[in-house]
């Protein structure tokens, strides 16, 4: 008889530790809302790509440009990776970037390019409007994806902060929250 309240009171104590319906998780951003210099966010882009790593499906990537006088002037960049399959190791590059013009058969065609500090296969994108970038080969040429991912990042509008993710009780994940468009219009993008 002892053993059993002793089982019980042992599992009801286990099942107060254990829960299987988070409602909600907040993550800080990994970078800061303005550079060494004080200059303010210009614009962030991320997104899933191609890994040719062996065992990495594909990586996360998250852009943050920096510029002064309202964003006219570049002047530095964050930029995060993750290998998903290689651990949750964020490899970040920080350097400086510059506004330049052509991509093969658009000349006249916006590209950021970062310097040497970036990963060589990130460090040119072709800005195609104010919410896509596209990242170039070294021949200033799209970047070719697989049947799974390609080399688009999209510009994240959401204001700087704590990132919020509900559950999804339904889809049984976590899941973020619709930005607000209004904050990417305040921002504007060198434009060469």
Not at 156 to 165: E, H, I, L, Q, T
């Amino acid at each position: 008889m002892k053993a059993a309240l002793v089982t019980t009171m042992l599992a009801v104590s286990l099942s107060a530790c254990y829960s299987t319906k988070p409602a909600q998780t907040t993550f800080d951003r990994p970078y800061s809302e303005k550079n060494r210099a004080g200059d303010p966010i210009v614009a962030v882009y991320f997104g899933r790509i191609p890994c040719a790593a062996q065992g990495c499906e594909m990586r996360k990537v998250e852009l943050v440009l920096y510029g002064r006088e309202a964003g006219r002037f570049p002047t530095s960049y964050w930029l995060g990776q993750v290998g998903v399959g290689q651990g949750n190791e964020r490899v970040v590059s920080e350097g400086t970037w510059t506004v330049r013009q052509g991509v093969t058969d658009y000349p006249q065609a916006l590209v950021y390019a970062l310097d040497a500090n970036a990963d060589p296969t990130l460090r040119y994108l072709w800005h195609v409007n104010d919410e896509v970038v596209l990242v170039l080969n070294a021949e200033m040429r799209p970047r070719a994806g697989n049947g799974a991912w390609g080399y688009m990042l999209s510009r994240d509008c959401a204001a700087y902060g704590p990132r919020s993710y509900s559950y999804d009780q339904v889809a049984g994940r976590f899941v973020t929250q619709p930005s607000s468009e209004a904050v990417c219009s305040e921002l504007q993008l060198p434009q060469g």
